[in-house]
């Protein structure tokens, strides 16, 4: 065994910090050599726990490789590296600095090996993961990164408490698959379900990383809900009540993407979607489905993230982000619409794109296992996912009307960044060996059948239909749709400004019923507790005795009452 | 139409792309049909096995696709009455930009 002196995602935490300091000439290498190095340290781990220490007196153990964790560490680093080229001239420092502190904290619990090592990564990435929300630099940036922050760190105390109710009831800190027949493991299902935007808090998703800066929402993207599919593969594979927590995730985003005029938010509710099929895939649990959710969700960080970069472009030469406001940009922004194209084909699981040879996995997986009705809906939301993502998003923002607006491709570093994944998407979907490969379990699936190709295609074109003969319904509108955040949002809020004026209201009837002087409640109180007022006197040491002694009679005959 | 046209205002600055002139979009329509069709009648000639009753049904994917996706946009389209409001309704969102007309496009 290999002693390791350093976990990977020292390198990114390392890169981070550097580029928050460096002179600005050099900022652009470490940029993008800090994921290259990573990646390299990645693939050099061999299997098995490697590093461990001791914290508060418990064994930790800070890397622990296998197939599973390589998978998507690799995928997390390819992630940052693309991330900070799409961001490289034109992305804030402070933003790619937090981006690449945050892809860190995803690399670190990837490998952890403890659930202790787990926790400290996973609130890593809430802390940078906010600071990324609010380098959108907008007040309403600023909003949704202070409750998007509550949400996690609400999230993370659920986790803490589970994870402390496992160390006590059972002395173990090991990452291992929990068994649902204990109040701690359900707990610690909830907390990662939270980071997962499982219902009923998906809103916290499409709140906040719309609201992001344009290189912004592509970090975010990524790391959070993944690692969470993660956490659940390692944690709960096989756990039924997935499958149905997953199926509503993927119905929940389609409906509302349907509802949604920002592009960016649309692609929000399509990440709750995508990785709907991954929890589904992890509740099926046979070894076919978790294949399928470990690889949907690299392919799916890799499409998702490139469709963020071809909003992010249209956000950054436009300003604008509503399709409302967009049409008719494939006349000026060619690459930008192909790369877009080409992202909403291999969410949609088109043949020769990535999505193609993942998502089919899972849906094998429910039919292997005779979910019958699992798989019938699994099949209905794959032609959803095209309604939804891959035709409305390319649609209502590349094509639909002319909206007048002529802009140009963007910079080339982000034309590259979306042209390297645009090209994984392909080469993915084209030689699935390259990713079954990686796959924790060996892989008996052939995706290139005839019945397969041809039932896939008339499933998606046929969805595609029904998008352009439905299209009068689908008119876009200047509108929100209200989800369970409203809850936190506008009704808590609205509570609680009428408990401070039903609160004034008391106060100010009080003092009229008291008020022959016409004081006020507060201004009584002022009198009472003034220097020199009834209750600021020097009492007498007699009659503190004396209120003592009742009080030490009262708490004995109280206590002779409640002893048996 | 004359490509010298003395009144700029009266018509768009730039022509219009070909890929928006109606009759490259009747083309796509007919090219759409065509592989529509043709995914349609592949099903003959490849051997589908399929695990389920239902799915082994001609054309199943086509028409469980289209009816789905029917579905489900009219299921949106529902819950949008309810549930769809102006998009400055939460406190602190920004307004649209100045000069911007509102309402559905």
């Known amino acids: ?564 | 139409m004359s490509t010298h046209d003395p009144d700029p205002q009266a018509r768009p600055a730039t022509p219009a792309h070909w890929l928006s002139r109606s009759e490259t979009v009747r083309r796509l329509w007919v090219v759409f049909a065509v592989v529509l069709a043709v995914t349609v009648a592949a099903e003959a000639l490849v051997h589908m096995h399929p695990r389920f009753r239902v799915e082994g049904w001609f054309a199943f994917h086509a028409g469980f696709g289209f009816l789905a996706c029917v579905g489900m946009v009219l299921f949106a389209k529902g819950l949008g009455f309810l549930l769809k409001r102006p998009d400055d309704y939460y406190p602190g969102t920004s307004a649209p930009p100045a000069g911007e007309e509102r309402g559905r496009d």
């Open chain 1, 1 to 564: 065994m290999i002693e390791l002196s350093f976990p990977p995602a020292v390198i990114l935490i390392l890169g981070a910090f550097l580029i928050a300091v460096a002179r600005p000439a050099i900022r652009p290498v470490i940029v993008l050599l800090a994921p290259i190095l990573t990646l390299w340290a990645i693939w050099r781990l061999p299997d098995g726990v490697l590093l461990t220490t001791q914290f508060l007196g418990y064994p930790i153990e800070l890397v622990e490789a296998g197939k599973l964790q390589r998978l998507f560490a690799t995928v997390f680093a390819i992630m940052a590296f693309a991330g900070g080229l799409f961001g490289l001239r034109q992305a804030r420092w402070t933003e790619l600095s937090a981006g690449y502190a945050y892809a860190a904290g995803a690399v670190g619990v990837s490998f952890a090996g403890d659930l202790i090592t787990m926790f400290m990564f996973w609130e890593f990435m809430a802390i940078f993961s906010t600071v990324v929300v609010w380098c959108g630099g907008t007040d309403a940036a600023r909003r949704a990164g202070v409750r998007y922050a509550l949400m996690h760190l609400v999230g993370g105390v659920v986790l803490k408490i589970g994870i402390e109710g496992i160390m006590i009831h059972t002395g173990s800190i090991d990452i291992r698959p929990l068994d649902l027949d204990t109040v701690d493991a359900w707990i610690v299902l909830v907390g990662v379900l939270i980071n997962a935007a499982a219902p009923p808090v998906s809103a916290w998703l499409s709140d906040a990383y719309p609201e992001a800066s344009p290189f912004g929402s592509v970090f975010l993207s990524a790391f959070t809900t993944k690692t969470a599919v993660l956490a659940l593969i390692l944690l709960f594979p096989g756990a039924g009540i997935l499958v149905w927590i997953g199926l509503f995730m993927i119905f929940y985003g389609i409906i509302y993407a349907l509802l949604e005029n920002d592009m960016r938010r649309i692609l929000a509710y399509s990440i709750v979607n995508q990785v709907g099929f991954m929890v589904c895939g992890v509740g099926i649990g046979t070894e076919m489905a978790i294949n399928g959710a470990a690889a949907h969700a690299f392919a799916h960080i890799i499409y998702k993230a490139l469709l963020f970069m071809s909003a992010g472009a249209v956000l950054y030469q436009t300003g604008r982000r509503k399709c409302t406001d967009l049409g008719g940009l494939y006349q000026s922004m060619p690459i930008t619409t192909a790369c877009g194209i080409v992202g909403a084909l291999a969410i949609s699981a088109f043949p020769l794109t990535s999505g193609f040879v993942s998502k089919s996995l899972i849906s094998e997986g429910a039919a292997q296992q005779g979910l019958v009705v699992v798989w019938y809906l699994l099949t209905a939301a794959s032609a959803g996912v095209f309604l939804h993502a891959g035709i409305k998003f390319p649609w209502f923002v590349f094509f639909h009307k002319d909206s007048g607006l002529r802009p140009a491709d963007p910079p080339w570093n982000m034309r590259a960044a979306m042209l390297l994944f645009a090209a994984a998407c392909i080469v993915l979907g084209c030689f699935p060996g390259l990713l079954y490969g990686l796959l924790p379990y060996a892989v008996d699936y052939a995706p290139y059948t005839g019945p397969h190709v041809v039932s896939q295609l008339q499933l998606l074109l046929f969805a595609g239909l029904a998008f352009f003969v439905m299209l009068p319904a689908m008119a876009r509108t200047r509108t929100v749709t209200l989800d369970l955040d409203w809850l936190y949002r506008v009704l808590v809020p609205r509570i609680a400004g009428g408990v401070l004026a039903a609160w004034q209201d008391l106060g100010r009837l009080l003092g009229q019923a008291w008020g022959r002087s016409g004081a006020s409640l507060a201004e009584r109180l002022q009198g009472w507790f003034r220097p020199h007022g009834p209750l600021a006197q020097t009492w007498p040491t007699g009659s503190m005795t004396l209120w003592v002694t009742v009080i030490l009679v009262l708490l004995v005959v109280m206590a002779q009452r409640g002893s048996p």
